[in-house]
């Protein structure tokens, strides 16, 4: 699995630091729906008479939404966005509290019903953080395993408690508005209890600690606890179903029977009976107090991934790889197939007398359950027996006489948005081809973070061939679609090593050949929103000695000029050009950390200009701020210049030349007329590659093949006189093609360049 680490060491290590990196994720669809598969769902049903009920998905899109629910429809209520990698899970706790935890390795604390402010992260898991389990009539109580192996279990109202703040670098206090939980203090989680089978997990100024439950020698997939959080179940990969006393940490009995990993679980209301489902296809039914298995059921056909059950625990809900539901009498072992979905069946959730089902798709589905007198489901017919051998079931699978689902059409249906599963970054570094799980292909432009064109329906491979164009630019961005969108991903100093001309971009009022950094320019862009918020806040002077203006104290440590280069020739302007606006009806989100707190994630828009240095990294800042660059590798590409063979035109230099790789071929044409208009002599250029001032006039040596040196007084290369060609590898060159360009396909060698020129006929 992918894996989302620190993207940088904070520690005084005396290696090489690297950078953290800046992410943004784009997305052109509407943000009120999912965009990837969705791994968890949680039900809220109101108290209040007159109050909403809602459902909560947790999505591989990294966020959570809300959905108002009503008889026959559900409505987009809010979005909970702070998680940077998947949502694996979330449960209801203390009554209004939504808990939700990451493969970010964080458990994130919400208020249910606010805006979808994130009002507490906690970092004390070491991976990917899998599962979560809620008492429902203790509500205090929450548990949550990962593939590190830890189960913790969680004392919410202590950890949500106002407590004496502290500087916790495991818990971060993330709320930045008003969400309903007020503003909460740092602090970790309180023990529920001590106990020989615990272990504190190190903080490093803190009093409270959270406690780990230990046992698990691998990752764990699979947590439950009954409703008073007397009894707490988890399995994963090691096969076997381990009890504890969440009250006491203790370690009460292991159950095996499993052959493949535990991927479900559930616990009766009493604590007494459990029930499991694995990748070994089975559903398995325990006596706790008998510490055995006494019932098994051979329902599925492949991995078992979740289970609900009726309120009285006599059937069991399960669904799985082999995207079929079913719903089990745990007695009479009679089963029956409720429905078939297109795509495998990650979780379940019983609302009323329906059942949501998740999927590896965007979208969620309802269907009729009968919880409350699932009898009737049985009386419509269809049903078989459950035997306790796997291969009973796949057997009866393929001769064919599979069973036939109840339910042909789910009653409601939350859609969401194709996930994007390829990419192509193209040629130019700017745009991006991709295709969707409906098969549409699209073109993106990632400086302004927008679709430009949408090709429908086309074979991939073929529109890729067709916008192939023959240009070399830096790669100076990576991405990925691991959230079923574009991931932008920046990392200093590589991202700032393209450039292009101001022409080429068709920035009206800028001179065409001024150098745009792509990099600095899309930051600028994606962070105008926060800047112009900060500017409110703080003013736009800058101090005295040229750092980022003061409003919140940002350190000399992270931001001093040996750090950095500047250039001369910039202008220190926050002007966003229009290649690099980003739409503020869809913005894409920010990912990425400061000195403190860990990753976040954000919509640009709902940045508020107090952001500083331990939010992010420092070389963003100072780019956005200061207009400065870190320093970049070489920008230039050397070169020979030299006449066509048998040509009987004059030698004009016999140097090694120097000059940006983005330089364009006219330019160069430019420079071989200049010369020899004016019928410079091999001195007037010196041993290192300079040109003398006398060609502009200017007070020193310049170099010889440069963005300035053919501007004075020349005409477009066209209408110049006598007519030049450039060649390379006896190729005619295209005026507008760069040195870059020029290396990468023409020259094909890791020698330096050589060119080649030749009078042509005059054009008229």
Known sequence: MHRVGSAGNTSNSVRARKEKRLTYVLNDADDTKHCAGINCLAAFTSTEPDGCNYLFTGSRDATLKRWALSEDSASFSATFESHVDWVNDAVMANGNTLVSCSSDATIKVWNSLSDGACARTFHQHSDYVTCLAAAEKNSNVIASGGLGGEVFVWDIEAALSPVAKSNDADVDDCSTSSNGLGPLPNTSLRPISSSNNISVHATQNQGYVPIAAKGHKESVYALATNDQGTVLVSGGTEKVIRVWDPRTGSKSMKLRGHTDNIRALLVDPSGRYCISGSSDSMIRYWDLSMQRCIHSYAVHTDSVWSLASTPSFSHVYSGGRDHSLYLTDLNSRESVLLCREEHPILQLALDNDGIWLATTDSSVHRYPAEARDPVKVFQRGGSFYAGNLSFSRARVSLEGSTPVPVYKEASLSIRGTPAIV?????????????????????????????????????????KKEELIEMVSIPAWFTIDTRLGSLSVHLDT???????????????????????????????????????????????????????????????????TLSRVEGDANLENDSSVYPPFEFPVTSPPSVVTEGSQGGPWRKKTTDLDGTEDEKDFP????????????????????????????????????????????????????????????????????????????????????????????????????????????????????LPDMSLATVRAYIWKKPEDLILNYRVVQNRS
């Open 493 to 559: 100093p590589q991202c700032f090593s393209a450039e292009m001309y101001s022409a080429d971009l068709s920035i009206v009022g800028k001179p065409e050949d001024d150098k745009v950094n792509l990099a600095r320019e899309t930051l600028k862009g994606l962070l105008a929103h926060w800047l112009a918020k900060r500017r409110q806040r703080f003013g736009s002077q800058p101090s005295s000695n040229g750092e980022i203006p003061s409003g919140k104290e940002i350190s000399t440590r992270t931001l």
């Open 618 to 733: 420092w070389w963003v800042l100072d780019c956005v701020l200061n207009n400065r660059l870190p320093p970049r590798e070489n920008t230039k590409c050397s070169f020979y210049l030299h006449p066509c063979e048998g040509s009987t035109v004059q030698i004009l230099t016999q140097g090694k030349l120097s000059a940006p790789r983005i330089l364009r071929i006219h330019k160069v044409v430019n420079y071989v007329i200049e010369k020899m208009v004016l019928d410079k002599s091999l001195d007037s250029a010196s041993a290192d590659g300079t040109l003398a001032p006398s060609i502009l006039g200017g007070p020193g040596p310049l170099p010889l093949v440069g963005d300035s040196s053919l501007r004075s007084g020349l005409r477009p290369w066209q209408r110049l006189k006598p007519s030049i060609e450039i060649l390379c590898n006896n190729q005619v060159l």
């Open 422 to 462: 390829q990419h192509e970054i193209l040629n130019n570094r700017r745009h991006v081809l991709t295709k969707d799980t409906a098969g549409i292909v699209k073109l993106w432009e990632i400086t302004r973070g927008v679709v430009i064109e949408n090709y429908g329906e086309v074979p991939f491979e073929k």
